[in-house]
């Protein structure tokens, strides 16, 4: 297997800490936005959404979307369990998960690339669309630093896939000046998922 790996991207970094916490080895090969590398057919052949991250599999098979990537790696690694261990549990999961992907990763994503000149000339940007999407995170992070009064990880008691999206989703939110420290639910969980071993993934 490898992985095609955007080293600054939210969702290849997603990848990257569920392979590390299941302690699975997988090479990564960086696909250079910059250069367009990610435009080209061969690329695109791999995933025609031109998109980081894609798991090839050692038969060419390619994985792309990067919850699918993580559904298959706890398929093929139960252990430590990062989905679910029964039906309930794995619902709650399922569920926090889409409100951090919907509601956080994904608005982080497009503040990012309707805010940033690194985006300019890639896509049309629409700059009040950053503002009022940047201010969706920010209403956001309220409601999950209320919710995090009352728990210590996203869905519950113990580190799972949504805790992954969130972390991925606020070291973005960061890089682009959304800030959360005066939320110290928040905070503090943040400094909890990102002391561990696999946060530098
Ligand atoms: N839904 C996809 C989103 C993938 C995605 O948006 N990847 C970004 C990096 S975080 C990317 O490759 N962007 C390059 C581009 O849009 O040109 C997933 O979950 O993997």
Redesign the pocket.
């Known amino acids: 297997m490898k992985l095609y790996n955007?080293s600054a991207?939210?969702?290849?970094r997603?990848v990257r800490i569920f392979l590390a916490e299941k302690g699975v080895d997988v090479p990564f090969v960086e696909v250079d936005?910059t250069k367009h590398e990610?435009?080209t057919p061969e690329y695109l052949a791999k995933n025609p959404?031109?998109?980081?991250?894609v798991l090839e599999l050692d038969d060419g098979t390619y994985i792309?979307?990067?919850?699918a990537?993580c559904r298959y790696i706890e398929a093929l690694h139960p252990e430590p369990n990062l989905f679910g261990n029964d039906p309930l549990e794995a619902a709650q999961i399922e569920m926090w998960d889409r409100r951090m992907?919907l509601d956080m990763a994904v608005p982080v994503?497009h503040a990012f690339q309707h805010g940033s000149p690194f985006w300019e000339g890639?896509l049309t940007q629409v700059k009040d669309y950053s503002e009022v999407v940047s201010e969706t995170i920010r209403k956001n992070m309220a409601w999950l630093d209320e919710e995090l009064g009352g728990r210590d990880y996203v869905a519950g008691d113990r580190y799972t896939i949504a805790d992954i999206t969130l972390q991925c989703s606020l070291i973005i939110a960061k890089a682009i000046g959304i800030r959360f420290d005066d939320h110290a639910n928040l905070t503090e969980w943040f400094g909890r998922v990102t002391s561990r071993p696999t946060a530098r993934a």
């Open positions: 955007l991207g939210l969702n290849p997603r936005m990610n435009a959404m031109g998109k980081m991250p792309s979307e990067s919850t990537i992907e994503m890639r």
